[in-house]
């Protein structure tokens, strides 16, 4: 890269990208903590969900497998009458810049069972019920696994670019300052050794046209 003229308008540039460089290594170096303190809350969250989802489904199929043996094939005829899933939704919501998914199921909560009571079972109905909140723990999950890949990617990103600010475009610009400053100033120096033998000289010249009036 070509060195800039060690002149007073490139130092006071060169001042000024430091300043700005500074400034957006504080202002990464801020997103990267804020976006570090969002991934290590939401990687506690997941944690929970899978515990929660993984203790629910083992009480559904519990649940399951008693109302199949107090109500035999009916168990599975009332089970086929719960209607399918109409999916889910995906929105984004941004923190510190980055775009995190918001998933919701598009399915209405139901008041109760969709199939009839009267042949059915304690046991079928309380399955049903920790199924419905398997499906929404599995969405929470999901929004909370995505937004954690999005944050860790983030968090390399901003790291990256401040390693590179810290480390490349600062002491670079360091470099430039202290090199433009080193050459101003031994120009001053030169300018003031120029200037003492110009004054000296003159000096002298004076005294020798004195001298000669004298005589």
Same mark, same amino acid.
């Given at each position: 890269?070509?060195?800039?003229?060690?002149?007073?308008?490139?130092?006071?540039? %060169?001042?000024?990208?430091?300043?700005? @460089?500074?400034?957006?290594?504080? !202002?990464?170096?801020?997103?990267?903590? *804020?976006?570090?303190?969002?991934?290590?809350?939401?990687?506690?969250? =997941?944690?929970?969900?899978?515990?929660?989802?993984?203790?629910?489904?083992?009480? #559904?199929? @519990?649940? /399951?497998?008693m109302?199949?043996?107090s109500?035999?094939?009916?168990?599975?005829?009332?089970?086929?009458?719960? &209607? !399918?899933?109409?999916?889910?939704?995906?929105?984004?919501? #941004?923190? /510190?810049?980055?775009?995190?998914?918001?998933?919701?199921?598009?399915?209405? @909560?139901?008041?109760?069972? &969709?199939?009839m009571?009267?042949?059915?079972?304690?046991?079928l109905?309380? =399955?049903?019920?920790?199924?419905?909140?398997?499906?929404?723990?599995?969405?929470?999950? =999901?929004?909370?696994?995505?937004?954690?890949?999005?944050? %860790?990617? %983030? *968090?390399?990103?901003?790291?990256?670019?401040a390693?590179?600010?810290?480390?490349?475009?600062?002491?670079?610009? +360091?470099?430039?300052?202290?090199?433009?400053? +080193? %050459? !101003?100033?031994?120009?001053?120096?030169?300018?003031?050794?120029?200037?003492?033998?110009?004054?000296?000289?003159?000096?002298?010249?004076?005294e020798?046209?004195?001298?000669?009036?004298?005589e």
């Amino acid at each position: 890269m070509p060195q800039t003229a060690p002149t007073k308008s490139n130092l006071n540039a %060169a001042k000024r990208s430091r300043t700005l @460089a500074s400034t957006g290594y504080e !202002l990464m170096d801020r997103k990267r903590n *804020i976006l570090i303190r969002e991934l290590m809350a939401l990687i506690d969250s =997941a944690k929970e969900l899978q515990e929660r989802i993984d203790t629910t489904f083992a009480e #559904s199929y @519990a649940s /399951m497998r008693m109302a199949e043996i107090s109500m035999g094939g009916g168990a599975r005829l009332a089970a086929e009458s719960v &209607p !399918l899933d109409n999916g889910f939704t995906l929105r984004t919501k #941004s923190v /510190m810049g980055v775009e995190l998914p918001y998933v919701r199921d598009k399915s209405e @909560a139901p008041d109760g069972p &969709p199939y009839m009571l009267t042949f059915t079972s304690s046991e079928l109905d309380d =399955a049903y019920f920790k199924f419905q909140e398997v499906k929404k723990l599995i969405c929470d999950l =999901a929004e909370t696994e995505n937004c954690i890949y999005r944050l %860790a990617y %983030a *968090i390399k990103k901003a790291q990256k670019r401040a390693n590179a600010l810290k480390n490349i475009v600062i002491p670079g610009l +360091d470099g430039e300052i202290f090199r433009i400053t +080193d %050459a !101003l100033e031994e120009k001053e120096r030169e300018e003031f050794v120029r200037l003492k033998v110009v004054k000296s000289r003159n000096e002298r010249l004076k005294e020798e046209q004195n001298e000669e009036e004298d005589e």
